[in-house]
Every structure is written in structure tokens, then in C-alpha cells.
T-cell receptor, first 112, second 114 residues
Framework: DAKTTQPPSMDCAEGRAANLPCNHS???????VYWYRQIHSQGPQYIIH???NNETNEMASLIITEDRKSSTLILPHATLRDTAVYYC?????????????FGTGTRLKVLA | NAGVMQNPRHLVRRRGQEARLRCSPM?????VYWYRQLPEEGLKFMVY????????ESGMPKERFSAEFPKEGPSILRIQQVVRGDSAAYFC????????????FGQGTRLTVV
């Protein structure tokens, strides 16, 4: 089962920041938090990942709380093309192997 | 460097037929993951393979489903005697090693069982 919980849907005005929350209260110390998104049922697209520190790349920022039990993905200036389902994932390690367990995600709708 | 290639993109099978889904990982990637996505649902992990080995098949149904990743050629997900409930999108992802920072997904194969 997924280790993450996310709100099922959110709306955001175009040009504003989209803040997508994620709870992962059972995360282990060495497990990373990943964010992927899926546009129109295409293949999931990697956005960003982090362990403890906040991370930023050309797509988004990831804010992880100090206790690592929750995180927030920030799209600084949302566009219509950011409308998608966003998945917060804890990459699980089992017997030396890794796998990504997807939850139900947040359906973000960016409004014009 | 081409991305992860899946074919066919769309596949229609009658109940009872076999479906074979192919996944060619990115160049240099020896780790492949298969996922299934039912309509309006998230992706469900099925199986994780390295070249010639099944590492984790905890998400595979016990019957009719099998996967392989031979030394040469693409990874194959095989569904025997398909039923309507197998209708879904099947995605594969690849990475160059187990602990790589991200997995790269293909565009999926949409299987419709009629």
C-alpha cells in the first residue's frame, strides 16, 4: 500500500503558485519522497525528489518538514499545461531493491 | 537517446486470447518496472525485473500474467486468456540501476478486451 495521502483534487488560478500537500507520516529515515505527474493518461513524468532538505529545480520546489512526515510541492507560476494528476511517492526499499508505490494522487486543475 | 518505448500503444484482444506487451528501456538501462492503471485509478506496481531476472513480482496476479526481460531484446509482459477486467493501461519504466534517482516511464499500452 502507498505510504502517502494526498487531497483528491485542487484548483489553482493560472499564474499563481500551486501548493500540493502530501502526508507521509510512516516514512523511514532513508526513504526519499518523489513527485511525478501524469498528464492526460500519458506516462508519468518525474518532477522532483528529496530526502531531508528542500529542493528546487526548473519545474518545481519541494518543501519537506523537519520531521519528514509531510511535504509540499510548489509550482511557482502554474500554467494551463500544468493541469494533471500529481503523485507523491515514497520510494520503498525492500531487500535491497527499490520500487515506486503510487497512491491516488491529486488532480490539479489550473483555471484560466 | 530515445526514451522508454512501449508497443503497441493500443491493443485490442478478444476474451480468451493472449496479449503481449513490449517495453524497450532507455539505452544503458537494465532495470524495468511494470505498472497497471485501471480507468480513473492510480498506477499499481506489478513487477520489477533486471536483465534475465525477476526481482520483485509481488504485484503480479498469480495466474495468467508473466513477465520477462531477456538478455537481448525488450521486456515482455504476457497476459494469457485475457478477460474484460484486464482492460487497462500498462506502463513500464526503466532505470540504469536500482538506486538511481528516478525512473523513466514509457507512454503505455492501452489494452482493451472485447
Amino acid at each position: 500500500d502507498a505510504k502517502t495521502t494526498q487531497p483528491p483534487s485542487m484548483d489553482c488560478a493560472e499564474g499563481r503558485a500551486a501548493n500540493l500537500p502530501c502526508n507521509h507520516s510512516t516514512i523511514s529515515g532513508n526513504e526519499y519522497v518523489y513527485w511525478y505527474r501524469q498528464i492526460h493518461s500519458q506516462g508519468p513524468q518525474y518532477i522532483i525528489h528529496g530526502l531531508k532538505n528542500n529542493e528546487t529545480n526548473e519545474m518545481a520546489s519541494l518543501i519537506i518538514t523537519e520531521d519528514r512526515k509531510s511535504s509540499t510541492l510548489i509550482l511557482p507560476h502554474a500554467t494551463l499545461r500544468d493541469t494533471a494528476v500529481y503523485y507523491c511517492i515514497v520510494r520503498e526499499r525492500t531487500s535491497g531493491t527499490y520500487k515506486y508505490i503510487f497512491g491516488t494522487g491529486t488532480r490539479l486543475k489550473v483555471l484560466a | 537517446n530515445a526514451g522508454v518505448m512501449q508497443n503497441p500503444r493500443h491493443l485490442v484482444r478478444r476474451r480468451g486470447q493472449e496479449a503481449r506487451l513490449r517495453c524497450s528501456p532507455m539505452k544503458g538501462h537494465s532495470h524495468v518496472y511494470w505498472y497497471r492503471q485501471l480507468p480513473e485509478e492510480g498506477l499499481k506496481f506489478m513487477v520489477y525485473l533486471q536483465k534475465e531476472n525477476i526481482i520483485d513480482e509481488s504485484g503480479m496476479p498469480k495466474e495468467r500474467f508473466s513477465a520477462e526481460f531477456p538478455k537481448e531484446g525488450p521486456s515482455i509482459l504476457r497476459i494469457q486468456q485475457v478477460v474484460r477486467g484486464d482492460s487497462a493501461a500498462y506502463f513500464c519504466a526503466s532505470s540504469p540501476r536500482a538506486d538511481y534517482t528516478e525512473a523513466f516511464f514509457g507512454q503505455g499500452t492501452r489494452l482493451t478486451v472485447v
